[in-house]
């Protein structure tokens, strides 16, 4: 069983910044990227950035100089710190796994719970 638990979500001032976490565990050989996705009401889920076990980033255009991914591969953790937000980043923030449970899987698509953020004065 893997587990994805975020956490840091909440209410923020536009130009306010918030830092989400996301945190790995369970059965976890190893771990090629991992991500935050965002859901606002009305729309589809969109990527937002991800990062891989080699570093490597990408960013949505939308968030793009605003908001960065870093990740912690001992701790299996991923981080989303989004400065300068909008309204229009407000959404349910799930954070996402691309990993293997052992060296004979195959990688799987795991996701978290979900967390609001929610942008507003």
């Known amino acids: 069983q893997v587990q994805l638990v975020e956490s840091g979500g909440g209410l923020v001032q536009p130009g306010g910044s918030l830092r989400l976490s996301c945190a790995a565990s369970?059965?976890?050989?190893?771990?090629?990227?991992m991500g935050w996705y965002r859901q606002a009401p009305g729309k589809q889920r969109e990527l937002v950035a991800v990062?891989?076990?080699?570093?490597?980033?990408n960013y949505a255009d939308s968030v793009k100089g605003r908001f960065t991914i870093s990740r912690d591969n001992a701790k299996n953790t991923v981080y989303l710190q989004m400065n300068s937000l909008k309204p229009e980043d407000t959404a349910v923030y799930y954070c996402?796994?691309?990993?293997?449970?052992?060296?004979?899987?195959?990688?799987?698509?795991?996701w978290g719970q979900g967390t609001q953020v929610t942008v507003s004065s």
């Open positions: 996402n796994a691309v990993l293997a449970t052992s060296w004979l899987a195959a990688d799987g698509v795991y």
């Open positions: 369970g059965s976890i050989f190893s771990i090629k990227a």
């Open positions: 990062i891989t076990s080699g570093v490597s980033t």
